[in-house]
T-cell receptor, first 115, second 112 residues
């Protein structure tokens, strides 16, 4: 059974710093890896999707990498801003449910950017 | 347009009430999902509809009844809920080509 871990559970950094969030998964046979952010009491916002054939994806100040062989993904946030404060979740896509995506979520990292 | 909408935003119901949650997307996605999320926990999958057919039911109690009237709409009918069912209920849809999931803002449900 796939298990996804995110460490640390909480992180506080001063505004302007670059930071890395980590995501580890136990079964390397994932299909895709998706990163989300969630603001308190809100839905999830998709940030980046890394497909199984890719090693990284970039969107603005965000860069996500995927290393299936080591069971790791990282989300890099450049030049952090207070608006980046949120909980960040990674989710591994089950490879045996293509088209009916079963996601295994990590427990999330709660990020606080200090102005 | 990458928007999934959900109504209502908030719902308070008694244990004997019947209510429904609604979800809509117009992105042409053919898979739609219901999740339940408790505070400080990740979302838990409840149901998956693929091409308007129920394809995954994660052993959810029968007091939750999903319905997919067409490719754009997803309902969750609620009946005889328990206080422990209070949670944020999230709807999502996904592209067939990539599997990327897009979530709605959720319905905050409180069962008294």
């Amino acid at each position: 059974k796939q298990e996804v871990t995110q460490i640390p559970a909480a992180l506080s950094v001063p505004e302007g710093e670059n930071l890395v969030l980590n995501c580890s998964f136990t079964d390397s046979a994932i299909y895709n890896l998706q990163w989300f952010r969630q603001d308190p009491g809100k839905g999830l916002t998709s940030l980046l999707l890394i497909q199984s054939s890719q090693r990284e994806q970039t969107s603005g100040r965000l860069n996500a990498s995927l290393d299936k062989s080591s069971g790791r993904s990282t989300l890099y946030i450049a030049a952090s801003q207070p608006g980046d404060s949120a909980t960040y979740l990674c989710a591994a896509h089950d490879p045996f449910n293509f088209g009916n995506e079963k996601l295994t979520f990590g427990t999330g990292t709660r990020l606080t950017i200090i102005p | 347009d990458t928007e999934v909408t959900q109504t209502p935003k908030h719902l308070v119901m008694g244990m004997t009430n019947k209510k429904s949650l609604k979800c809509e997307q117009h992105m042409g996605h053919r898979a739609m999902y219901w999740y339940k999320q408790k505070a400080k926990k990740p979302p838990e999958l409840m149901f998956v509809y693929s091409y308007e057919k129920l394809s995954i039911n994660e052993s959810v109690p029968s007091r939750f009844s999903p319905e997919c009237p067409n490719s754009s709409l997803l309902n969750l009918h609620l009946h005889a809920l328990q206080p422990e069912d209070s949670a944020l209920y999230l709807c999502a849809s996904s592209q067939v080509e990539t599997g990327e999931q897009f979530f709605g803002p959720g319905t905050r449900l409180t069962v008294l």
